[in-house]
């Protein structure tokens, strides 16, 4: 969404995506403690990514700005539902 500080609007909507293999290779290192936990959410494929397109292909501004919605701004709003 962006807005000008007085209305908001949406400017795109993007879907999510299982993390493929090459994205897994971006994630940091987990620490020792962490580690199980983060190859078994690798395994089950629980990570999800956001679209870089739109529905129709046009890349998504991913930049986001602004101190709060009263003044010009873009944010990102998630809207989950389970299955």
Do not use: Y
């Amino acid at each position: 969404m962006e807005g000008n500080g007085t209305n908001d609007w949406v400017v795109w909507e993007g879907g999510v995506h299982k993390c493929t293999p090459q994205e897994w290779e971006k994630f940091f290192a987990p620490k020792q403690t962490q580690k199980n936990k983060f190859e078994m959410l690798k395994r089950l494929g629980a990570m999800m990514g956001m679209d870089k397109k739109e529905n129709n292909e046009k890349l998504i501004d991913m930049k986001l700005f602004g101190r709060d919605q009263n003044s010009p701004h873009r944010r990102i709003e998630l809207i989950l539902q389970p299955c």
